[in-house]
């Protein structure tokens, strides 16, 4: 964490937010397991101390959404000391009740689609956007996560899907209850410069726009080199829409930035 601490400071933060992938009741080679939680959080206050004046550092956490026990609004994560959540969605289940992810490469995708949803690519999106709403429903989170992230892996497997009227039916619906909900939403940068695409797509920012939704723009790298990786980019295009701020979380609270 110290390497991506560093990579922000010579970027020019002045607050970073460190969110690893929360525990999940299995394992898994991508999330925190739950025994070093403890272990997790005193890195961070440690590292808060030893670049106090340098940086602002936040304790952050991206939860997953995966049924009704295992969620953001959940008892345990409501509890940990962390200064911000996230609410993703990349696990889904099967219509046999199996566990599949959908944050996958192109390939895997077409492959969970064929053999777990049997080709039926709107069951698929209905059960992500349902998790999606579920989770926004639940809450416990303070801004969702690379909103409509399963669109470049549809729009891959099947071109102009996403421009579709059943499809656009299915976001409008989740940004609509995101906006009654009153929760920032992310502007995720991850794959700009490897696919020039942001997460949500900047085709479904006019539906931020459209309900005047707070956005946080972030990196999600998991390099640390990568820290600003997208982000001028993305504020350059958001004024450009019209945005006027940002969501950023400094001096312990969320603040209106404007975009410069």
Known sequence: MEDFVRAAIDAGFVAYGISSHAPLPFPTRWTLAEEKIPEYLAEIERLKREYAGKIELYAGMEIDYLNEEQNPASGYFRNLPLDFRIGSVHLVYTPEGEIVDTDTNAENFRQLLDVYFHGDLKLLVGTYFAASMRMV????FDFIGHTNKIGYNVSQCKPGATETAWYQSKLEDLFALIAEKGIMVEINTKAFCQKGCFFPD????????????????NSDTHIPEYVNTGRPEALKLLREMGFRTVRQLMQGRWQEVEIV
């Open 202 to 217: 900047i085709k479904d920012w006019t539906y931020i726009k459209q309900w005047n939704l707070p956005v946080v723009v």
């Open 137 to 140: 429903e639940r809450g416990g």
